[in-house]
């Protein structure tokens, strides 16, 4: 008697998942994993609007941006995405993506995927250097927040501040981050982990303040190659914020693989209050 | 008899001047003063953009950030702005932009405008230190490019590559900047000097190669009364690349005012051969 075969479907897969509806129309539902504190996490949000250019019949390439912007709360429950290719050239193709509720826009966003080519290359910042994963503690989150639960995160640096907690002179959090339970890396789950940083205002100030982000870019420095030989392996992720100021900052955050591979870098500008 | 009154419009006043036709539509030209290698330099087609946002009759307060994407090339000549208010918020308002030439889109952009509140504020990274403008030889750029006349450059490091250049193991360039002849800044103004770094990959390879920004975003950190501050003074720039690979890299920059201000922080990816 041989052993049914089971299929579990990641709570990453189901939480990105959409139904194409035709002419670049999109169907999808948040999910109840990937909530944070109001609506869904961003990251799983951002990764859901790459996904959408990835199903697409006329998508050319790979991903090398996303710029997503959160303008509007997103309620629980199905959402639309509209994905139009602008402009597709030769080697690249640009893309303009709206999420909507009842007609009404929550976020939206524009990439450009393509082609690469070889040439010459170089990787000229430095990975931090640090214990390995298996080194150190998996940090828990506070259980009213979700979105956390679905990573495994060991933090070098900048840990979530916990009760008590005193202002940081540092913005600086850095981390091993994999998915939880260990999933294959892709372009959407990359897009996600960029945004797995609680808010940098958080560390400074040793406590949690209203903060939400507004705009969120990703370049994708990986090809197809790099983000299959990361595998299932725990991704080194560091962020830190230039200037707090008037209600926002910034947020500039490295994703690197455990071979030394610079993954992807991303900025974030954060309301907080 | 008294000297007749002569009103000079600036170059960059006359390359970002739009004429309003109603219902979010605008039309500008291309200034031969900001010309580039091929078609017009970015910052100013990016600062165009931006002043379209500005001004719209529905704009809401100042620019948090804009992210801007190259999709094609423009040519010498007209064309034609859409911004459309995506969402309005209480304290912020999205943006989704195109220019067309022809009907053909060339550029699309996405903008967050928004008001400020007092919060508490910090400025983490510092601003390099170096010498003043007024103690730096003024960079001539060669004389086929036209976009860099309009600007008076003083590198402190990482000065354009001449003839018989060697490679560079750094990316970095630092150098004070201001518009040609002295204006006093403003938003569009910073957007434009966010992206006045020639390619990144010049200086690491010692040499012209061809190479072109694909997406560009800057976020504002500085609110109206430090862009006011700045005045006609020279702002330093700072730019480097992470990595070079594949047919792309990435640029992140920081923009200081004179008294130490962070006024911006920029970031692109660009393609090359």
Known sequence: MTEPVTTVTHPFDAAVELDYTGDGRFTGHTSPAYNNMVGPFGGATAATLLHAVELHPDR???????TVNFAG???DGPFDITARAVRTNRTNQHWS???TQDGVVATTATAVFGLRRDTWTDTEDERPT???PADLERTDFPEFIMWPRN???RFVEGDVPGEGASESPSSTSTLWLRDEPARPL????L???CDAFYPRVFLRKGQYVPAGTVSFT????ADDAEIAAQGTDHVLATAHTARFGRGYFDQHAQLWGTDGTLLATSQQIVYFK
Chains 1, 2 share one sequence.
């Open 191 to 193: 897009t996600s982990m």
């Open 186 to 189: 892709d372009y959407a789950a």
């Open 60 to 66: 050319l390439g790979a991903p090398l941006s996303i």
């Open 97 to 99: 993506l709206e999420l």
């Open 130 to 132: 640090t214990p390995q």
């Open 73 to 75: 709360p997103i309620t």
């Open 218 to 221: 990703v370049y994708f420095h």
């Open 151 to 153: 990573y495994d995160m």
